[in-house]
């Protein structure tokens, strides 16, 4: 059974996971997904290989005789946490751990392991995000998960162990820290100016235009302006709202246009990266007012968005003892590319298989 | 020029240092080490090669014919900040901007391209302590260097671009995020107990003893039990001290000695694995008690140390959208598997070449 156990020193969490526990001996070669030719586990067709599943997407509009899903939720099979058990919290000197309570899913994008979100058409990318709605929606009701993270690795440097195209769900009975600092940030501002900072971030950039990547009537999709990382990119609903879970099917449409059109962009610029895509979000838990991490503003003060990193640079001692990383492309330059590039380009990388 | 950018949001510094910038195509193929075949630049005799020196120590004891010099320190030939100039602190919409000003340098750790730390004699491992507390104390004369991070990659996976054995030296204008938590931990342990937060970890690990790896009658390297990766060590003088820069001689020599003898043995378990090591210590910059960040008491509160992640697993967009890490390795194992882990069984490593 894995455990959370928080460092007083680092204020940070970490997951404790036996489970997936590797003896020395299995480090040194450290694991490489398996080669292209190897068939992915979870194409069509071969559902009984994986644990049952979670919940299934099929293709909207007329019938016709593709594959009978189009999105497919299923659980880990090898989870860093189990949805089964209670929390339980218990001091170990100046330390704290908690049972390892949770839930870890695998959101299988499409039956085809050779087409990547960038390759499908949008209305299946808005199945992806539709399934990314439905599991929150659904996890919420469980009070013992107090966060809900969203997040997709794309090729091994990003982290992934599968090539079959997947995003992951890993729901906490804790606020991760570094989310954690975002509501805060997000409330201390509201606090004192009866504003969103992610609002005000937005119109800054809208007045500038620098460092604007795409911007679309409903989203906006830029490079922070103390970007960690070379074409860091932030997508960010134009509306304010807090909750991603209570977007509409066609805020969702609108989102996977520009998620798309930014995809295939950076993948014509950087040549198919891999990446990671997060989803920031408000948590599922909301503190009483008591409580010193109450954001009873929440619903004003936060604002959703997707955050896409990707990996081509390497984090160094200096990034990982310091919190200071270094990156060497300014996101005016990165804006610049990007607003350059010709999504169309990349319109047979499909084929790439 | 680069300068330091802060975000409101993740609250953390990134150095922007487009003269270290790669062009899209750059990033295409990542740049790999040159082959050990290829001569490296900071070998003996080929010190024309590199800028000169700020820093020499040569090897103690009776005369002998070797190199001229044990330990060299140069300016970074690619610095992320600059020493030149004013720093200058300027608002841009919600963000904050500085002019890129610090100190970047190379610590060679000796003339040998073929040693590394753990296959070094001790006194020599000293001498690379030494250069540290050196360099230390003569930054910490300049004013506006809030911050000097001392750190060691070793291995391409841990960031490294050039395989001589060689630490690094970056002093910032700033106190970087992660540093400034620690320091807060600290504080905040100490204003309500008067005890050492470090002291108190110290003391529960030695009477547990299921997590001490090491412990001499000066120092302890212990697996932290919230160790956010397998294997992370932190290496404490067990005699209270905030500052690195204050030790002794002596102290020196007891800390190459368990440095030494973890590396070798962390070197025979994981099979030489890549590694980050990160000296945490005292900033150089005290606030006065009117700010925000006054630590009138970092003399008793804080405690220095070293930390050193082996870099045998993978971040992927979990852990940089969480701040939370997955551990494999229970902190307890390692620790057992350090215990008893035999270092003259890595005697002939240097051979390896």
């Not at 339980?88 to 949770?102: A, Y």
């Not at 899913?105 to 709605?133: F, H, M």
Request: contains cysteine; charged residues 25%.
């Amino acid at each position: 059974m894995s455990e959370l156990r928080y460092c007083p020193v680092k204020q940070r969490w970490t997951i404790i996971a036996p489970e997936r526990k590797m003896r020395p001996d299995e480090f040194l070669a450290p694991a490489s997904p398996p080669p292209a030719t190897s068939p992915s586990p979870f194409r069509y067709g071969y559902e009984a290989q994986t644990p049952p599943e979670i919940l299934l997407l099929h293709r909207e509009g007329p019938a016709h005789s593709g594959p009978s899903w189009q999105v497919r939720v299923i659980p880990n099979k090898f989870p860093v946490l189990r949805v089964e058990g209670e929390v339980s919290r218990e001091g170990v000197g100046l330390f704290d751990r908690l049972t390892g309570i949770g839930a870890h899913e695998v959101i299988v994008e499409n039956p085809d392991p050779a087409k990547e979100l960038a390759d499908l058409e949008v209305a299946d990318v808005v199945q992806v995000l539709r399934a990314y709605r439905a599991r929150l929606q659904d996890l919420r009701r469980d009070h013992r998960l107090q966060y809900i993270l969203i997040f997709k690795n794309k090729g091994v440097a990003a982290g992934a162990t599968l090539p079959h195209p997947h995003s992951q769900l890993i729901a906490t009975p804790i606020i991760p820290t570094f989310v954690k600092q975002e509501l805060r940030s997000a409330r201390e501002h509201y606090a004192r100016k009866e504003r969103c900072l992610f609002c005000d971030i937005i119109r800054d950039e809208q007045r500038l235009g620098e460092r604007v990547a795409i911007e679309t009537d409903r989203f906006i999709a830029l490079e922070p302006f103390a970007a960690s990382f070379p074409f860091e990119t932030w997508i960010l609903p134009r509306r304010h709202s807090h909750d991603f879970a209570a977007s509409s099917d066609d805020e969702l449409r609108r989102l996977a246009e520009i998620l798309r059109d930014f995809l295939r962009r950076v993948r014509v610029i950087l040549n198919d990266p891999p990446y990671n895509l997060v989803l920031h979000t408000a948590p599922s838990f909301h503190p009483r007012p008591a409580h010193p991490d109450y954001w009873g503003t929440i619903e004003h003060d936060y604002h959703w968005h997707l955050e896409i990193i990707p990996r081509i640079t390497r984090i160094s001692g200096f990034e990982w003892g310091s919190g200071l990383t270094v990156n060497p492309t300014p996101p005016e330059e990165a804006a610049q590319f990007l607003q350059d590039a010709d999504p169309e380009r990349d319109n047979n990388a499909q084929d790439r298989g």
